[in-house]
């Protein structure tokens, strides 16, 4: 099988439980990190599928972040080409605009664990398990519009748009299903004054409560992970 193309937009965002899972099921991977300056390739011709990660620039930044403009062309390359493309967070936004959609200011940042409602049964069934709600982590304040001919299949009350999917085969979400401890860890202790300055809002949590719950919530986070993902390799280019 040809390579699932895995692309890290900054070092502290990295593929963790996504790339465990590949593993598990032996399918072979490309990483490329673009805060090492590692290039992209020309084209997705030579990968089974496509995987965007997280990161805290915008996604409309392309002037300081050019690498985002690569990622979007090779997300309409994959498209047409049928190569299935997931995106995590800042991933899922780069799939919203690369295919006409738009990314703007959420009117809620979230942190932390928040809650997720899958819009029908068939979603639910197809993506997530069959659970129709979930809790998963998040960390945003920016949010995608649903591009046309994409299918919304995920909401929450305080951010509309949370996943959508194209050809039931192209997953774009806003949150991080890819999460392992050591990396919300580390972004709930050394960005604890960024959560501080937020935590009027509803939607964000502290670093003691991420932290204190933080073996309980993953290990429920990689059940909805493994699930998802178990969708997502079924579409791979074999």
């Known amino acids: 099988m040809k390579p699932v193309l895995i692309v890290q937009q900054v070092e502290l965002d990295t593929p963790d439980y996504f790339v ?14 673009m805060e090492a300056g590692q ?6 011709a030579g990968y089974s599928g496509y995987c965007m990660l997280g990161g805290p620039m915008s ?19 994959a498209v047409l080409a049928d190569i299935a493309v997931i995106g995590h ?17 959420s ?20 993506w997530f398990g069959g659970r129709m709600d ?29 996943a959508f999917v ?8 806003q949150f991080h299903c890819e999460v392992k401890p050591k990396k919300v860890a580390y972004w709930a202790s050394e960005e604890k004054a960024d959560i501080d ?11 003691a409560s991420i932290l204190a719950s933080l073996e309980q919530r993953i290990a429920a986070s990689q059940a909805i992970a493994d699930d998802i993902y178990s969708r997502w390799i079924d579409g791979l280019k074999r």
């Open 20 to 33: 465990d899972f590949l593993a598990r099921h032996a399918i072979p991977y490309d990483l490329r990190r």
């Open 39 to 44: 290039p992209l390739p020309e084209s997705i």
């Open 59 to 77: 996604v409309n930044d392309e002037i300081n972040f050019p690498f985002l403009r690569q990622e979007k062309a090779l997300v309409r390359e």
């Open 89 to 105: 967070c800042l991933g899922g936004q780069l799939m919203s605009t690369a295919l006409g959609g738009t990314v703007q200011a």
């Open 107 to 126: 009117n809620y940042t979230e942190i932390g664990w928040n809650p997720i409602r899958v819009l029908c049964q068939k979603a639910a069934n197809d």
């Open 134 to 162: 979930f809790d998963i982590f998040q960390w945003h304040n920016e949010t995608f519009s649903i591009p046309e001919n994409a299918v919304q299949i995920a909401s929450s009350h305080y951010c509309q748009n949370q």
């Open 166 to 173: 194209i050809d039931n085969k192209h997953l774009g979400m």
């Open 197 to 207: 300055a937020l935590l009027h809002l509803p939607t964000v949590e502290s670093s």
